[in-house]
DNA sequence: TCCTTGACGGAGA
DNA sequence: ATCTCCGCCAAGG
């Protein structure tokens, strides 16, 4: 069974309430929206993200502070470049999630 | 229907 | 740091 909608706009808010210059993983973002373990679900979701989607789907990576793309594709570039251009700084292929790691909710 | 493949992740070895 | 293995689960062959 496929997550149910509300499930789905649990994590489109989630993921449009990550700040610029900050970065969240997949498992985290379903842990967010309620949704433990459920990783690939979020990753899925993104994936059917329409191509001029307004939804800062480029600062999700995954829990090893990398890209989830192959380095010598385009889909890698394109979420660099647009994660670099937040002020998000590379070391080698990786990210200090020590960081850029966003913390949820606690910043209030 | 079974098998494989993923924008995943944690635990071990 | 690297490499399996194992949950998880929708999609496509």
Known sequence: MALDEL??????????????????SY????????LPRQ???VGRMMGQLPKD???PWFRVINAQGRISFA???DGYKRQRQR???DGVEFIGERINL????WDGLAEN
Do not use: F, H
């Not at 020590?98 to 790691?101: E, N, Q």
């Open 7 to 24: 499930s789905r706009q649990k994590v489109w808010q989630i993921v449009a309430a990550i700040p610029a210059g900050k970065v969240a």
């Open 27 to 34: 498992g985290q973002v379903a842990e967010l929206a309620g």
């Open 39 to 41: 990783a690939r679900a």
């Open 53 to 55: 989607s307004r939804l």
């Open 71 to 73: 380095l010598d594709s």
């Open 83 to 85: 994660l670099e251009a």
């Open 98 to 101: 020590k960081v850029y790691r």
